[in-house]
C-alpha cells in the first residue's frame, strides 16, 4: 500500500497562511463562490498554479506561496488538488465544465 512520505515544513508561518487561503476558498460556505469565479477566469480547478497568479487563492497568496521552498509548495499543491476533489459531487456538477479535461 502507498505511504505519502511525511515532509517536515519549513516555513510554518507563511504555509499556514496559504494553507488558511485554500481552507478558506474550499469551506462549504464559499466553494460554489469559487469555482464560479474559476469558470469565469476561463481555467480548470485542477491548474494551480494559474488560479493562484489569478488571485482567486486571494492577492497575496500567490507571493506567499512564491517564498515557501520546493517542498512546501509541494505540499501546497497537493493539498490543493485533494480539497479539489472533495468537493461535494451535486456542486461538482454543477461546475462540470471547471472540471472537464479538455
Known sequence: MF???????QDQKTFAEVHRALDEAFALSHVADFLRNVHRAKLRAR???????SGLLGAETSTKYAALGDSDRGQVREQYLSLVEKVDP?????????????
Open 3 to 9: 505511504e505519502q512520505a511525511v515532509l517536515p515544513i
Open 47 to 53: 491548474q494551480f498554479e494559474a488560479v493562484l497568479a
Open 90 to 102: 451535486a456542486i461538482r456538477a454543477k461546475f462540470l465544465k471547471v472540471y472537464a479535461y479538455y
